[in-house]
């Protein structure tokens, strides 16, 4: 059973960082693309961020380029979100998410096959 569990989800002031991290169980971490998409209320989910399964290739939404930062430790099958310049627009559940047997980084939520729970992030102004 591949199960996904974000943390590191908080209330922080705009401008601020925060690191959200997804711990993984199963076998598909270190063959799967992993990203991260967000959703607002009223909103629709969107992608944020993704990795690719072989090596480290990475893929961002346009609106967080040179604010935040994917990454992972296959050892410890977890994914990571550095996230930096925060700003209220950023507020949002983000969830973890894997796609299984991919060999490019997909940036649709229907491709993604596994998905953790959500973790609130709010930024105040």
């Known amino acids: 059973q591949v199960q996904l569990v974000e943390s590191g989800g908080g209330l922080v002031q705009a401008g601020g960082s925060l690191r959200l991290s997804c711990a993984t169980s199963?076998?598909?971490?270190?063959?799967?693309?992993m990203g991260w998409f967000r959703q607002a209320p009223g909103k629709e989910r969107e992608f944020v961020a993704a990795i690719s399964g072989i090596g480290s290739s990475t893929r961002y939404a346009d609106f967080v380029k040179g604010r935040f930062a994917i990454s992972k430790n296959n050892a410890k099958n977890t994914l990571y979100l550095q996230m930096g310049s925060l700003k209220p627009e950023d507020t949002a559940v983000y969830f973890c998410?894997?796609?299984?047997?991919?060999?490019?980084?997909?940036?649709?939520?229907?491709?993604?096959?596994?998905w953790g729970q959500g973790t609130q992030v709010t930024v105040s102004s």
């Open positions: 199963g076998r598909t971490f270190t063959n799967s693309a």
């Open positions: 998410a894997a796609s299984a047997g991919r060999a490019l980084i997909p940036v649709t939520a229907a491709l993604y096959d596994y």
